[in-house]
């Protein structure tokens, strides 16, 4: 099982796209109701500093990324 759980909250998500380009692997775009919004391609992963780049390029804070039940960002 991988180390780090990621989450987008399409609910904050404004699409700006910052994360899909800071981190493919992890993140890509899709469209919704309301727009584009990104979104996790893998809920997990062993790889935290793509994930966590991206989560620090948000701008409104969308991605969260959790070890076991323990907040990275
Ligand atoms: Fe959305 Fe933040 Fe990515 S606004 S598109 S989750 S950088």
Redesign the pocket.
Known sequence: MAKFKIH?DQET????????ATCPDH?E?QETANGD??REKKAETDDLACAKD?AE????N??HIKEGEKKII
Request: glycine content about 10%; charged content about 5%.
């Open positions: 987008v998500c404004i699409g700006c796209g910052a994360c899909t993140f775009m919004r990104a991206a390029v948000c701008p409104v969308a991605i």
